[in-house]
């Protein structure tokens, strides 16, 4: 493929990857360099226009995209999850579509625990007591307004035990907690004293804290539904910073109003950004942060240099992060 000056790369919506703290440069150095911030739907074929790349985050490029795109050659999702791209559609027309599987490991584990440990502790809430006078005014030494809670000895079971789930557990287990590990496969070594594969029927009954890792399938849509939250202990506490379709939102709303599940932090949600309708956004004892596990600096520089890598190493035949 021709390469510098005469290969177009057209990036459709870099802001959420690179808002000004990153640099394209990576990018720059490969060829005509176009990059929108964010494209509408009636705008994608007009802005690929006679691009020989393109890249995505999450605007979509369905068949009827890709077939209008005569001269596109490739196609590089800025994200680990692909559903936006119709890979059949490019396979078919020989368009290697690339992805970023492993920049956010870290990040992520580390957000399962912002969330978990805000509940356990309500920390921003307890400080804005503070700052309002209650502390001042107490009649005793200290106090709180919500229940306070110590991971050691709990169990924390992990639905779906790839590289983001696998970081999780061993943050877990260095909080003293015990980990069930729920996956489609198994690595043996990862077993020991505070750590086993299980069933998904007793990782619900035996949890004191799921967390949700697995991708989105068929099979795992909804997998937190009416039906498994009455298996899981009365009062756990459910995280998910994997994909929000895993939840049946209704059925999380009921449970928490009935208090089955304690409380919820959630990163993701069914429809992204939140609908005004959504049922969580009333539910209690539910925490909602929009989509940033993912975003750390670090995590996004990661993930910038995978995606000039994948391109990299297209242009020298090879094929790197190939999802089809």
């Known amino acids: ?32 360099f ?9 705008d994608i074929v007009k802005r690929i226009g006679d691009g020989d790349v393109v890249i995505t985050n999450k605007t979509p490029l369905d068949a009827e995209t890709i077939a209008a795109c005569p001269k596109l050659k490739y196609i590089g999702v ?11 559609a490019a396979a078919q027309r020989n368009i290697p579509v690339t992805n970023i599987p492993t920049y956010g490991t870290e990040a992520v584990a580390q957000f399962v625990f912002a969330l978990l440990l805000n509940i356990c502790h309500r920390v921003q809430d307890h400080s804005n007591a503070v700052y309002a006078g209650r502390w ?9 307004d919500h229940p306070l809670m110590e991971l050691s000895g709990k169990t924390m079971g992990i639905i779906g035990y790839g590289r983001i789930g696998q970081a999780t557990g061993k943050i877990a287990q260095a909080f ?20 086993a594969y299980t069933s998904l029927d007793e990782l619900l009954a035996q949890s004191d ?3 949700l890792h697995c991708p989105l399938f068929d099979s795992t849509k909804g997998i937190i539904n009416k039906s498994n939250i009455v298996k899981m ?47 969580l956004l009333k ?31 297209f242009l020298k035949g090879a094929d790197v992060n190939r999802v089809n």
């Open 1 to 32: 493929m021709k390469e510098g000056k005469d290969m177009k790369i057209v990036v459709l919506d870099g802001y959420t990857l690179n808002p000004g703290d990153l640099s394209w440069k990576g990018f720059e150095d490969l060829g005509e």
């Open 34 to 42: 176009v990059c929108y911030d964010r494209t509408d739907a009636g």
């Open 78 to 88: 800025l994200a680990t999850g692909y559903n936006v791209v119709d890979v059949k």
């Open 136 to 144: 001042t005014e107490a009649v005793d030494f200290c106090f709180w």
């Open 176 to 195: 003293g907690m015990k980990v069930l590990a729920y996956s489609r496969s198994s690595d043996p070594g990862q077993e020991c004293e505070t750590m």
């Open 209 to 211: 804290i799921i967390s």
């Open 233 to 279: 202990k009365d009062g756990v506490i459910l995280i998910n910073t994997s994909r929000g379709p895993l939840i049946v939102e209704e059925d999380l709303v009921d449970a928490l109003e009935s208090g089955k599940i304690r409380a919820a932090g959630l990163d993701v949600v069914s429809v992204e950004p939140i609908s005004a309708d959504n049922v």
């Open 283 to 313: 539910a209690k004892n539910c925490t909602i942060t929009p989509h940033i596990a993912w975003a750390p600096l670090e995590a996004r520089s990661r993930l910038m240099n995978i995606a000039v890598d994948n391109l990299k190493s």
